[in-house]
DNA sequence: GGTGAGATTAACT
DNA sequence: GTTAATCTCACCG
């Protein structure tokens, strides 16, 4: 596998608004400096002026990486059980980022299976708290550069996906309408199944599928 | 196979 | 004191 192709994402990419960088991110890899690497395949849009956004109401000291220079981490947890990470977006100071909620695993997969405590491939990453666990993620790498030579780093092979799909948010109570869930249509390691296809035409032609 | 409650920390009312 | 950008396991069918 020729890691040639792979650019790593420049801060630029991040610079934009979620609901911009959010579908873009689809498609593009995790990786850890270990070897670990995942296809993303399902992420979250959270703005600044959204309720539902940890920092809809300022900044504080949990919040306060989502207020620094795109492309860093930022990592919180969640339900005082699980971890979950964000890539920060938007210019520095605007408190903005995209919720990483599923990917499919390609590389390092013994060690996301030994992270995770699960060794069928579905389990590893198909959840924001199940993604954080399979790469090591932790309050470490709250607020750590993901564009540079860090940890955790973002690439782009120039793989696309196939189709992409528009649905609302899970798990939030506040702006639960708006469509800012995105996911790759059809792919098998998402959180959980696509709700009801926005794109009613990808599911006429369905290839058989395996089940485990 | 599908549904429902518990776990357990930090921020905020 | 309550809620939260969730996951797992028990239990029902």
Not at 68 to 83: A, K, T
Not at 84 to 106: D, F, I, M, Q, S
Not at 132 to 161: E, H, M, N
Not at 165 to 180: E, F, T, Y
Request: with cysteine; proline share 8%.
């Amino acid at each position: 596998m020729p890691d040639s192709n792979r650019a790593r994402l420049p801060p630029e990419f991040f610079a934009r608004m979620p609901g911009e960088v959010a579908p873009d991110l689809l498609g593009k890899l995790i990786t850890r400096a270990d070897g670990r690497v995942a296809r993303l395949v399902e992420v979250e849009a959270y703005a600044q002026d959204d309720p539902a956004a940890h920092t809809f109401g300022g900044k504080s000291q949990r919040n306060r990486s989502m207020f620094g220079p795109p492309g860093h981490l930022y990592v919180y947890f969640s339900y005082g059980v699980h971890w979950c990470a964000n890539l920060v977006c938007g210019p520095e100071g605007y408190g903005a980022g995209v919720l990483l909620r599923a990917a499919e695993p390609l590389e390092g997969i013994d060690i996301m299976r030994k992270a995770r405590g699960r060794d069928p491939l579905r389990d590893l990453c198909s959840g924001p708290g199940r993604l954080a666990q399979a790469f090591g993620i932790d309050r470490a790498l709250d607020g750590s550069d993901a564009t540079g030579t860090g940890v955790i780093s973002l690439l782009d092979d120039g793989a696309r996906p196939d189709a992409v799909i528009a649905c609302p948010r899970v798990g939030i109570s506040k702006n639960a309408d708006a469509p800012l869930r995105f996911l790759v249509g059809g792919s098998r390691y998402l959180s959980k199944a696509a709700p009801r296809p926005l794109v009613p035409t990808l599911t006429a032609g369905r290839k058989r599928s395996q089940s485990s």
